[in-house]
């Protein structure tokens, strides 16, 4: 049997494999790692105390359990804890731009539209090579939420437009940047630059051991394009098709913190120097 930390190395290891294929590498893989320290601190900790009493395996066993189950139904919760807090933050007659597709600021726009009565519009960027933004305006547009997809590449014509910017995180690092889908650096500089604010919602379990220096320091393999080939090289007639380049291109990037406006958790609203003294709770 496989255990807890065996299988976080795992993930670990395969995360800095270089990507042969367009499912090579999923872009949770931070998300999961930050889960899976998050819970293997909580096993080592409860082992810990259980080892000073009198209390037999089987006790330390249901108690393990139990504890766990309370980890989990405090991960489904804390999705609906940053969406509230999230909501707040945007104003009615607001124009709002989005990156892709993010489960967490869909529920903040979900609360800010159907709890809070606010009302507004949506931009979504298309979030390319997958294009998970299309999925983003059919479920607004289903909850009856006005939304537009805009392509990636139209995201410095549109800014000007916009009154902030939402996006998700598949992890938040300990200087309190942001790894999420590719795309969002990008967007977050632009918006910098045109002093928009930039808010980052996320779930706490996502706070990751992680200080990158820069985006190829990420816990994720360094996609191929990053290096060119040899000009030798012969190269085939479908190196640059749709499915080539979601295969050598990145899944995440990495945004730091100067451009990061506050972080929006089910812990509360954060700056990005805060996140180090979180996660200095969480692990202790």
């Not at 006790?59 to 989990?72: E, G, Q, T, V, W």
Request: net charge negative; proline share 4%.
């Amino acid at each position: 049997m496989e255990t807890l930390e065996g299988a976080a190395q795992a993930i670990r290891d395969d995360s800095q494999k270089p990507r042969r294929t367009v499912q090579g590498q999923h872009k949770a893989t931070i998300a999961t790692l930050a889960g899976v320290d998050l819970f293997m601190r909580f096993v080592t900790r409860n082992a810990h105390d259980f080892s000073l009493s009198t209390k037999s395996f089987d006790d330390f066993k249901d108690h393990l359990l139990s504890r766990a189950a309370l980890i989990l139904e405090k991960a489904c919760t804390a999705r609906i804890k940053a969406a509230e807090i999230g909501a707040e933050f945007v104003q009615d007659n607001s124009v709002i731009l989005v990156h892709a597709y993010s489960r967490v600021v869909m529920s903040v726009l979900y609360h800010a539209a159907n709890v809070q009565n606010k009302r507004f519009k949506v931009y979504v960027t298309e979030g390319r090579p997958n294009s998970e933004g299309l999925n983003a305006v059919k479920a607004l547009k289903e909850a009856g939420i006005p939304c537009r997809a805009i392509l990636d590449s139209a995201v410095g014509y549109i800014v000007d437009k916009v009154d902030m910017v939402f996006v998700g995180a598949e992890g938040v690092v300990e200087n309190g940047g942001v790894i999420n889908q590719v795309g969002t650096y990008q967007i977050a500089l632009v918006a910098n630059t045109l002093g928009k604010p930039v808010y980052a919602v996320a779930e706490s379990y996502k706070f990751v051991r992680v200080y990158p220096l820069n985006q190829y320091d990420l816990p994720a393999a360094t996609p191929e394009i990053v290096s060119f080939t040899s000009r030798r090289k012969s190269f085939s007639s479908n190196e640059d098709s749709e499915a080539s380049l979601e295969a050598t291109n990145p899944s995440v990037d990495y945004t730091p913190p100067q451009y990061v406006t506050l972080l929006l958790t089910d812990l509360g609203v954060l700056t990005p120097s805060g996140v180090s003294d979180e996660l200095i709770k969480l692990y202790l």
